[in-house]
């Protein structure tokens, strides 16, 4: 999936945060979409520092405030074995 971000003055208002570390990975994955537009979830834990999960879950809670949006999806790959 592929997002895009959309400012938002103040992330801690919107989304009532109890954490300043969950305040800084949504502020670096708004920056990465800042600075690329559009960005594959797969990609933003090396770009960010974080695991998968804690990507996909800050993406969701970002969504969902209506800060970013999902841009489109593609078919996953099959691995072969």
Do not use: C, F
Not at 14 to 23: D, F
Not at 29 to 53: C, F, T, W
């Amino acid at each position: 999936m592929t997002y895009y971000g959309q400012y938002l003055p103040s992330i801690r208002t919107v989304l009532q945060m109890q954490y300043k570390s969950s305040e800084k990975t949504m502020r670096d994955i708004l920056h990465v979409l800042a600075v690329n537009r559009e960005y594959a979830q797969y990609n933003m834990p090396s770009a960010i520092g974080k695991d998968y999960r804690t990507i996909l879950r800050h993406l969701q809670q970002l969504e969902k405030s209506g800060a970013i949006k999902l841009a489109r999806t593609e078919q996953a790959k099959k691995r072969e074995r």
